[in-house]
């Protein structure tokens, strides 16, 4: 049904949680969003991109709110000890319907990196396709050299721990930027200026 003199346009959300997975419904939200992204959208894997590292990771995701709660989850990304003090972030995952916003992979960087930086972590890595290094580098990561992983070009990256202040808060939260409301009265005033 259409209301007369409304437009007809998707929902956007204004507000974001990202936080460690917890329940049920998080973690299945972050495993269906990374097949949808890595099998299904970029192909990396066939059919499921879990692996062993699956077993010890901790889950980070990122959902839009609706009224204040969590509603779907649209950003994951997971982060593990590879050996002591040496920490790694992969998989992360940004849905597709919300990649212009731009802040929410790194704001999941941020997260991921912050958690491991207050677990313990003196090192952070990553394993980055090619296309995202400069974001990578924006955001206070180094090149330590090119990879093939999965047959695809990356860079094995690692993350300026100074940049990232080390934290234990289970989540946090993003605002979307909304643009300025006008009243009546403003806009005739600006259509006479």
């Not at 982060?79 to 940004?94: C, F």
Request: glycine letters at 6%; hydrophobic letters at 40%.
């Amino acid at each position: 049904m259409r209301v007369e003199g409304m437009e007809d346009r998707p929902f956007i959300p204004t507000e974001y949680v990202v936080r460690l997975a917890r329940t049920p419904w998080e973690c299945a939200g972050y495993h269906a969003l990374r097949r949808e992204v890595f099998c299904t959208e970029q192909h990396v894997f066939a059919d499921d991109d879990r692996d062993a590292t699956d077993a010890v990771a901790i889950p980070i995701i990122a959902a839009c709110c609706m009224a204040g709660m969590p509603d779907r989850i649209v950003g994951a990304v997971r982060i593990h000890e590879a050996e002591p003090g040496i920490w790694r972030g992969s998989r992360l995952a940004v849905h597709a319907d919300h990649r212009k916003l731009g802040r929410i992979g790194a704001e999941l960087i941020r997260m991921a990196v912050s958690t491991a930086h207050g677990l313990g972590a003196t090192r952070f890595m990553a394993q980055v396709q090619e296309q995202n290094v400069p974001f990578f580098r924006r955001l206070h990561w180094k090149s330590l050299g090119a990879i093939t992983l999965h047959g695809l070009p990356h860079h094995d990256m690692q993350a300026d721990l100074s940049r990232y202040p080390a934290h234990r808060q289970d989540q946090t939260w993003l605002l979307r930027p909304q643009p300025r409301q006008y009243s009546r009265q403003q806009l005739r005033n600006r259509q006479v200026a």
